[in-house]
């Protein structure tokens, strides 16, 4: 199946620096998908990106999908911005299925 | 508000004992889903329905059971034979092929 890695698994940031996560992907695929789980768990859209790149707000998102990776950008962090971010891999021909990577968890510090 | 409706958001579960856990959506969605997150790991998914009267297994489904009976819902039951059940589990529907995945609150099981 595919596979799908992140890194890195773990950032500390100080609030108001940038940081970029990255989305490493084993096989081509229809369309892909970024995701913050806040610390109560919810689960929070944040782009559906098979190529190109998007933009909100503080936060973008670049997928390459003939290099098979996507990046996320986030600008000036707040401590708003702490928990997990996963990416996840949709493959349109088995009805859109999501594989997820492990996620990296991010920390933004006063 | 249109949305996924996850309840309960806690439940515990005695040994060899079925628990049925709720999804319940009220976007119009075709398309349903529910996976499984442990500690520290991403979500795997359980069952998938695309269609009413119908589902698909996931990539874990030993130990679980589904319905759809109506567009709008699709309870999971954890059975007994789901040896190592307590987890986060997360309800997701879609509409379009082309659309993302919106996601539940999630509900988190417990063993006593």
């Known amino acids: 199946g595919i596979q799908v890695e992140q890194s890195p698994p773990d950032l500390i940031l100080q609030e108001g620096a940038n940081s970029t996560l990255r989305c490493n992907f084993s096989d081509s695929v229809n369309n892909l998908q970024w995701f913050h789980q806040n610390p109560w768990g919810q689960l929070i859209n944040l782009f559906y990106i098979p190529s190109g790149t998007k933009q909100n707000g503080r936060l973008s998102a670049t997928t390459v999908a003939t290099e098979r990776y996507s990046l996320l950008y986030i600008s000036s962090s707040q401590t708003t911005d702490s928990g997990v971010y996963f990416c996840a891999l949709i493959n349109t021909g088995t009805a859109s299925k999501l594989t997820f990577g492990t996620g990296t968890r991010l920390q933004v510090t006063l | 508000d249109g949305g996924i409706t996850q309840s309960p958001k806690y439940l515990f579960r005695k040994e060899g004992q079925n628990v049925t856990l709720s999804c319940e959506q009220n976007?119009?969605?075709?398309?349903m889903y529910w996976y499984r997150q442990d500690p520290g790991q991403g979500l795997r998914l359980i069952y998938y329905?695309?269609?009413?009267?119908?589902?698909q297994k996931g990539d874990i489904a030993e130990g679980y059971s589904v319905s759809r009976e109506k567009k709008e819902s699709f309870p999971l039951t954890v059975t007994s034979a789901q040896k190592n059940p307590t987890a986060f589990y997360l309800c997701a529907s879609r509409g379009r092929v082309d659309q993302p995945q919106h996601f539940g609150d999630g509900t988190r099981l417990s063993i006593l």
């Open positions: 329905s695309q269609i009413v009267n119908d589902f």
């Open positions: 976007l119009n969605h075709d398309a």
